[in-house]
């Protein structure tokens, strides 16, 4: 099983940009299809961004066009670039696998907000 680490959160005024990481371990990383999902306060997680073992992407409609998700199997490491960050956007990011999700991390928080 994979064991996850996110970082690179914090706290952006609308219109900016972060990149998140997502450190892997345990496993064979590059075998796995792996998501970025977000929990905001009072909301069930939602999946954002995916990418599958060759590196084909897909992403939820409101983040279309401002995210991206990439992976470098060399290092185990999965990555999301937030562009034109909104404050919907503000919530707990969590990398995980998918179409199941395993163990979760501890997440990063982002904050939009002026």
């Known amino acids: 099983q994979v064991q996850l680490v996110e970082s690179g959160g914090g706290l952006v005024q609308p219109g900016g940009s972060l990149r998140l990481s997502c450190a892997a371990s345990?496993?064979?990383?590059?075998?796995?299809?792996m998501g970025w999902y977000r929990q905001a306060p009072g909301k069930q997680r939602e999946l954002v961004a995916t990418i599958t073992s060759s590196s084909v992407t897909t992403y939820v409609d409101s983040v279309k066009g401002r995210f991206a998700i990439s992976r470098d199997n060399a290092k185990n490491m999965l990555y999301l670039q937030m562009n034109s960050l909104k404050p919907d956007d503000t919530a707990v990011y969590y990398c995980?696998?998918?179409?199941?999700?395993?163990?979760w991390g501890q997440g990063t928080q982002v904050t939009v907000s002026s």
């Open positions: 995980n696998t998918i179409p199941r999700p395993g163990n």
């Open positions: 345990g496993s064979i990383f590059s075998f796995y299809a």
